[in-house]
């Protein structure tokens, strides 16, 4: 027979908790996905659409959502051309790279009001690229607090919103880029 807690643990813990299930992720963190081809230019052809996470294009640099993100708002600035070393890029590319992480920090202070944002670019995989083929620099919102325990006990980041949302929440913002 199920024990009914006490009033007294009641008041102690008065707060429900959701319990978040992503069973799909373990596939993701084991490392056990496949994917014929490249993923991120997979997005590029498929263009500026929720489906393919991309929520910016032009000819040379684009901004793709993270599928996992680290916290929410995590997108990915890469080039347009699939390549892998920093050093293999035109100066045009570099130039329009650099711009976009610039104007992406624009729109993720303007849309999220974040106290930082991490950004970086792992080349290689011995860096931690977890795709090391084709360069992507992550911009990451952070705010006071939103780091704790449970990434990494339980290898899950809870997020207030669905990708959906961080989607539509960008898309307002990168429709005005030229």
Known sequence: MPVKPSQDWLDFWP????????PERIRYIRKSIKFDGCVFCNARDNGVQVES??????ELAMVVLNKFPYNTGHVMILPTRHCGDLTELRDDEYSALQELVRTTVKVIKAEYGVDGIN???NMGR?????IPDHLHWHVVPRWVGDTNFFPLVAETKVLPETLEQTYARYAKH???VK
């Open 174 to 176: 990168f429709e005005k």
């Open 119 to 121: 950004v970086g670019l």
């Open 126 to 130: 011995v860096a931690g690229a977890g």
């Open 15 to 22: 707060q429900e908790r959701d319990v978040i299930y992503r």
């Open 53 to 58: 996470l991309c929520v910016y294009k032009n």
